[in-house]
Each structure stands twice: as C-alpha cells, then as structure tokens.
C-alpha cells in the first residue's frame, strides 16, 4: 500500500453571495469574505486487497471485571478559543418557541403508526467511554460497529431475525500498516447508490483516516478494499457522507476541517486521492465538525451535485456583538471537489438559512457535564456543538431534502430538547427551510439525536433519554409525511429503557438511525443506553410506518364494512373503513342487484332471496380509492312465518333433499347468555351452520360442527345481541329432524365478565371479542395480563376498533394494559388485541357491574 502526504498549496476563497427570493432563506452574511486557508490534497493511494470470510477471523476480545476501563478524551485543537461576551441584543423569552407547538401536538390522540420489527442488544461494555454505536443496514445484513479497546469493533447480523452472522470484530483485522493499529470513531455506511459498504475509523498514530470499502453487497464474504488516507492533523470525529462523485468527510481539527474522498476510484478498487478543505472557527466552541450531508434512496443525487455541509449557528453565542435576539441560523456549506486538478476544488458557505431562536448554552458552552441521570453522580455530556448524525439527503425527482437535528436549551434551564429541521429545494434551485420544530413534551432531557426521512416523507427521530430520576435510555417519535408541519405526531415509544447510572460522563457520542434500503420504508436504529453496574451497553432496533409502501405521495384508503340481513333486509356499516394519511371523503355501494347507494351506512331491501356480491368503494380526500366485496346471502319469508326460531321452541319434522340449503334467523336480546342451536333426530344427514348478523355460506360461518348423521350443536360463548341466521344444509337428503334455538335471557341487569386464556398473536395481527352490556351497569372494566411479547389492548362501544377509531387504547409496553368505563352503554362493545410484536401467553378479562 502507498500512502503520502505530499505538499499542500493554498486556496483563497469567499462565500458565493447567492441571490434567492425563496422564502426565510438569506444569502451568506456572516463570514463573507473569509481569510486564506489552506487546500491539502493526498498523493494517490493504492488499496490493499482483503479477500476474507469475516466468519473466518477471530472475535474480539470481551472486556472482563477488573480490566481497565479508559475515557476516550475530547480533543479540542484551540486551547486559545474565547468565550463570547454576553449578547448585546438579549434574547425576551428563553422558552423555545417551537416547543409548544409540539406540546399541543403531543397532547392529541397518539394514531400508531410504527411497527416495531427487530430489537435486540447490540455489543455491550468494551472498557472504553464513550462506545460511538454506528450501524448501517443493506439488502440481506445490519453492521453494527462501537468503540472497543483495540480500536473499533464491528458486528454482522442478519437482518430477517437479528442472529449474529460475524463478530466482534476488530476493524484493524482488515487494515494494515498504521491501519492495522485502530483508535476507534467508527463509521458504519450502506452506499444506496452502489450498493456497497463503507466502514471507517482512525488510526492510533499518523493521522490516518482507515476506510473499507466492500467489493460487492456482501460484506461477509465479498471481500474488502482498504484504504489509508493520511491527514497533516489528526482527524477527530470523522463523520462521512454519501455524495455522487466522493465520500465526504467532517472532522474536528484546529479549525473545521473536510474531505472529499475519490468515490469513483474508491468503488473500482482504483488508486484514490483526496482533497482536504477547512472552515473559520465559531467563536466559543472549542470542538467544531461541519456534518455532511449522506445520500439515502434509490433515486440518485442530480449529477454535479457538490458536497453539502451543515451547521449551527446561535448568534447569541458566535455573534454576540451583533446578534439577532429573534432567530439564529442554519449554515449550508458546499464542497466543489476536483479530484484531477485539486487547485480548483472549493468549501464554501452558500446560504445562512434563518431558524427560530434556539440555545447551544446548555451547561455553559464547552462543559461536558450536563444531563443528570439516576443510579450516578456523573451528568451526561450534551453534544451541543453539532449538528447530529446523520445529516440525511433524499431525491423525490421534483424536489429534494435534507433532515438534521441537534441539542437545544430548551427553557434557559438545561433542559435538552431536539430541534430537528427539515430543507427543501425544488428544480435543483435554492435551498430553504421547508419545516422545523422542537421536540420536548415534558420535563425529561432528550438528546443524541439522530434522524431520517423514508421513501414516502415519513420522519422518524431517536434519540437518548434521561433525567435525575431516570436511567439514560432510547425512545424515538415520528410524523406521517402530510402531518401538521414542525411537529412530531406520533406518541412517543420506547425501544430500550435504562436500568443503570453510567459511570462517566462521556455519553454518546452520536448515534445512527439508518434506512433499509430494499423497501425503502423500515428504520433501523443503534445507541447507548445505561445497562447495569455503571456500565452501558449498546441496542438495536428497527421499526417502520405502516403506511410506507405505497410508492410515496398520498396512500389509498381501505375499504371494509360488515353487514345485518332480515330476511330479505339487509344493512350496511363502511365506518370501518380507514385512510392512513387523510379521512374518507364518499362512499358508494354496489348491492349486486343492479341496485345502488352512498353513505358510511346504507340499507337494501332485496327482491328475491339469492346469494349477492356486494361491493363498497370509499374514496379518500386526495381522490384515490379503495374497493373491497363479500358475497352475502339473504332468505325470503318476511314476518314471523316457519323461518324464525323462538327461545327454546323446536322447529321439527325438518327435511330436505341433498344440496339443498334452508335458512332460519332468531332474535337475540342483550344480556342473553347461553345460546345454543342444536338438531337431533330424524334420518339422513343434516349440516348445521350459525352466523351472526348474516347468513351462513359454505365457507362463511361462526360455528359449523361438521359431524356424521343429525346430531350437532353450536354452543355460542361470546353471545351479541342481535339477529343470529341458521343453515341447515342437506349433506345428504334428511328428514324428521328438529331444530331447537335457546338462550338465558339475561334481563335485569345483572353483572358478568369475559375470560379468555393464553392468547397468541403474531406482529400486526388481530384478535376480536365482544361482550353484550346490558342496561344499567355502573362500570365496565377491562384488562390483559401476563405472557410474553407486546400486545396492544383496543376497546370500541357499538363497532370493531381500529388503529385509529376507538374508545379506550393505553398503548403501554409489554402486555399490561387495562381500560376502564364507567356507566357504559348499553349494547355490544368490541375489544380487540393488536400485536404491536409478537406475543404469546397472554391473559384476558373483562366484567361488568352494575
């Protein structure tokens, strides 16, 4: 392998001063002319082949009990930096603005909108603070790398179950010369565009920047090019982004300092060469790093796209003399790389982009001791001077985006909250916020945030978690693409809670959420949480929208109804029928009669008795639409007549020649317990068949005993109020057989409950009750217990719930769930059980006093 640093030339240049009319956008206004600074640019550099089952190396070695445990130290390279003097213009309000937005919005009813799928520990405690987690995840693994006492470590797992395919290993296994002697800072990267991975992380002496790239998709076995990029200064907390034409780079140095890595060459196993830049300092920060900006999706970036870098700019603090006391900034920086002619490359900052006002003063400006955690005396750092990991980029073809986050003061108290921001542009002209907002509900720190953005405009944010009274532990929230702008929407989840203080301060110092790139849809997320003894250990997991998927823009409702037939008599209920983004606008029936009708509720009264396909089409606020059918059977006889049963009144001397199917209905009140219908007697061979509020089909029913001769019975335990229909069905011809509907009648009032016992369901499925209230209760109490898993508890009065129509939904973790309802209604309520994970053992009761 080749490596050098060969001579540096010198490269003036100023801030473009880009006119734009687009809204809350200026052109640069601070730092416009910059002084001189310096262009580096490497010799070429020649990769070293790694052909390597990664199963094939050896694990790292595990930290132990009584091993050393070391802080990595934050390196600042301006040990002359000045503190600013105190705001000329002061800031009225330190509450952040924003915040009570989201406050309002938090306060909404939650619609569950996220699906968690993998969650599981990542690597645990190495000895070293703080762990770095990064994990990126491609087409069949999720690599997870932290920090571990030889450099990074890395891990492979498959990403269908989780399971570890590779690993721990160490990063250096794969390098070699300097490289072969890791430091740690890894990065973890998936290259949508050519579908191959990046890692990445520093050397532990001559300043190198370590970066593997795989040779195809398959990083456990396709084999790896390394490279050993040699800086003039040590390049601390690298973090890398995802362009067209290079791999660009942040990193903190004497001053703000980036890389434009030769991708191309990079991909081809080619000699490679990069181009070195920096920035002017902000004042009062003494650790400094632009964010660049990764590419996700399957759309590429427009060719000649530069560079882009970002970064926070409170004015109070890096503008005292002259601040604006009513917003602060958001700077757009872009790298011009030209990796033939390095002269010509060019950093520069294009765009202040105006923000509300927000605070980096969070325990003072260079403390890293701020959060307060239980279980320890060490506050957690507050990573206040960047902007978060990842700074992520997508191309929806008319326009384009970048989201970001970082820590801010929420209340001028130390409070952390996460402003997170989203840019748009669209026709490749100029930047400009498109939404921003603050995320803090309650009192709690949140912090170390990370962001993204799916193929439909779903925002998801995780984040660290933590006060005095708290573990430090990870949550995330999220938005739906066409939610109200500058707020997070969806109820916030826990994906791993703290169960132990850690023992430094040294927290983070980032995280990573990242995007699958094979459905475009499904999040996966890595970070630090406080494990046990003072310790942390690392967690992922992964979750998705359950709208993603519908290939972006406004998604199509979904049509469903249920219908109650009298004869000839039938009604219809669409109200089921739901639009993950939006609301439904119509509806239209086909009763498959050459008869139609609108409405969520519609009647039909049918000619003649037959079988119909009824079709319901609903029509959602953006104009798509959804339609869905079922077959329906309706029976003549109008009035009492020899078709309705009476309670415990038999109907006999029945009969009928094979294939022929004669239908029955009974009226059941509320409160009725112990229905049943049974035949017996007679000769031949009769089938029963029983269904609520429709009739019975051969392939449609709630009870069909199935047995030889006519002797059979349905025995109904979850009894509804309202019409039951039975079929008697000649299997073979019969006749001399009697029909006996009959229940309790359970008027008066009196009590009951509902039992039911290790219940099962798999993620996203569902598992319908119903209980008849009858007059005059005073309480109806209902709850799930025990068991494995994560089941969600859903109660409706008077139809089926959904995820987001219902009466009573807690939405807790784990399968403790209860809803409570004081002088119900009476009349059939639904409780239903969603599988938000997989669980199984669950226990259910339900009861009702008067």
């Known amino acids: 392998m080749t490596t050098t640093n060969n001579s540096h030339s010198l490269l003036k240049f100023s801030a473009i001063a880009l006119l734009t009319t687009s809204i809350g956008v200026s052109a640069s206004s601070q730092d416009e002319t910059l002084h001189a600074d310096s262009l580096w640019s490497s010799k070429q550099v020649s990769p070293k082949n790694v052909n390597v089952d990664l199963r094939s190396l050896p694990t790292a070695d595990s930290w132990q009990a009584g091993m050393a445990i070391k802080d990595m130290p934050r390196r600042r390279f301006r040990e002359d930096y000045v503190l600013p003097a105190a705001p000329k213009n002061k800031v009225a309000n330190k509450n952040d603005k924003l ?7 938090s306060q909404l009813p939650a ?251 969070l325990c003072g400006l260079t403390s890293f001791s701020c959060f307060p955690q239980s279980g320890s005396s060490s506050n957690l750092d507050p990573l206040r001077e ?48 498109h939404q921003e907002g603050t995320y803090s509900p309650d009192s709690k720190n949140r912090w170390m945030g990370s962001i993204g953005m799916d193929k439909d405009g779903n925002i998801a944010l995780a984040y660290s978690w933590g006060s005095s009274s708290d573990f430090a532990g990870l949550r995330y929230t999220g938005r739906l693409a066409n939610d109200a702008s500058g707020t997070m929407t969806q109820a916030e989840a ?126 959602d606020n953006q104009g798509a639409t959804n339609t869905t059918s079922k077959s329906i059977t309706v029976t003549g006889g109008g009035g009492g007549g020899d078709n309705v049963l009476e309670n ?52 449609t029913y709630d009870c069909r005993p199935y047995r030889n001769g006519n002797s059979e019975t349905c025995t109904i335990s979850n009894v509804q109020a309202g019409t039951y229909h039975v079929m008697l069905r000649a299997y073979s011809s019969y006749s001399g057989v009697s029909l006996t509907g009959s229940f309790s009648d359970g008027s008066g009032g009196t009590g009951g409950s509902l039992t039911e016992s290790d219940l099962s369901g798999a993620r996203r499925s569902w598992t319908h009750f119903t209980v008849e209230i009858p007059v005059g209760m005073g309480s109806l109490d209902v709850n799930i217990a025990d068991g494995t898993g994560d089941a969600d508890l859903y109660v409706r009065e008077g139809a089926q719930p959904t995820t987001g129509s219902y009466d009573c939904r807690p939405y807790r973790n784990g399968n403790v769930e209860s809803c409570s309802f004081n002088n119900p209604a009476a009349g059939t309520w639904h409780i239903s059980i969603r599988g938000y994970r997989a669980f199984t053992g669950v226990n259910l009761n339900a009861e009702w006093k008067p």
């Open 386 to 433: 960047v902007v978060m990991f990842r700074a992520q980029y997508r191309n929806f073809g008319s326009y384009e985006t970048i989201v970001g986050n970082y820590v801010t003061d929420v209340n001028g108290n130390d409070r952390g909250g996460i402003r997170w921001f989203e840019l748009r542009r669209s026709g490749g002209g100029a930047w400009g916020l």
């Open 111 to 361: 619609v569950e909108a996220r699906a968690l799928e993998q969650n599981f520990e990542g690597n645990g405690f190495t000895g070293v603070n703080p762990p770095d987690p990064t994990g990126d995840v491609g087409l069949n693994y999720y690599i997870q790398s932290i920090n571990g006492n030889s450099g990074s470590i890395f891990s492979v797992y498959n990403k269908s179950n989780g399971s570890l395919v590779s690993g721990p290993t160490n990063m250096e296994t794969l390098g070699s010369g300097s490289c072969a002697s890791g430091a740690g800072d890894p990065i973890v990267l998936f290259d949508d565009m050519a579908q191959r991975w990046l890692l990445s992380e520093f050397s532990s002496s001559g300043n190198y920047l370590c970066v593997y790239i795989s040779k195809t998709s398959d990083p456990v076995s396709g084999g790896w090019y390394a490279y050993a990029f040699q800086s003039p200064t040590f390049p601390d907390y690298p973090k890398y982004g995802v362009g067209v034409d290079a791999y660009y780079v942040g990193t903190n140095e004497s001053s703000p300092t980036v890389y434009a890595l030769n991708r191309t060459a990079m991909l081809s196993g080619a000699s490679a060469n990069f181009v070195r830049l920096t920035a002017p300092n902000l004042a009062g920060f003494g650790f400094q790093m632009l964010q660049p900006v990764d590419h996700d999706g399957t759309t590429a970036m427009p060719n000649g796209t530069p560079g882009y870098f970002l970064r926070h700019r409170d004015d109070e603090v890096h503008n005292s003399s002259s601040n604006n006391p009513s917003q602060d900034y958001i700077e757009l920086w872009q790298f011009n790389a030209d990796f033939n002619t390095t002269s010509n490359s060019s950093f520069t900052k294009v765009l202040d982009i105006p923000v509300a006002e927000f605070d980096s003063s």
């Open 648 to 699: 415990g009144v038999a109907k006999t001397n029945l009969s009928g020649t094979t294939g022929d199917e004669d239908f029955y209905t009974m009226e059941v009140p509320a409160g009725a317990t112990n229905l049943s219908f049974v035949i017996s007697g007679g000769s031949g061979d009769a089938d029963l068949y029983v269904r609520f509020g429709a009739a019975p089909t051969q392939t």
């Open 99 to 105: 915040m009570a937005k989201q406050v309002i919005a």
């Open 494 to 619: 826990v994906l791993v809670n703290g169960t132990s203080g850690v023992s430094s301060n040294r927290y983070g110092d980032y995280s990573h959420l990242a995007l699958d790139p094979a459905d475009g849809c499904t999040f996966w997320y890595t970070g630090e949480y406080g494990k046990s003894g003072g310790q942390w250990s690392t967690y992922i997991s992964s979750f998705k929208f359950n709208s993603c998927g519908g290939g972006g823009g406004n998604q199509s409702p979904t049509a469903s109804f249920t219908n109650s037939c009298t004869d000839l008599a039938c009604t219809f209920d669409g109200s089921a029928s739901s639009d993950p983004d939006g609301s439904i606008a119509s509806y239209a029936w086909n009763f498959g009669d050459s008869n139609t009708g609108t409405g969520a509720n519609a009647s039909h009264t049918y000619s003649t008795a037959g079988t119909y396909n009824v079709q319901l089409t609903v029509t």
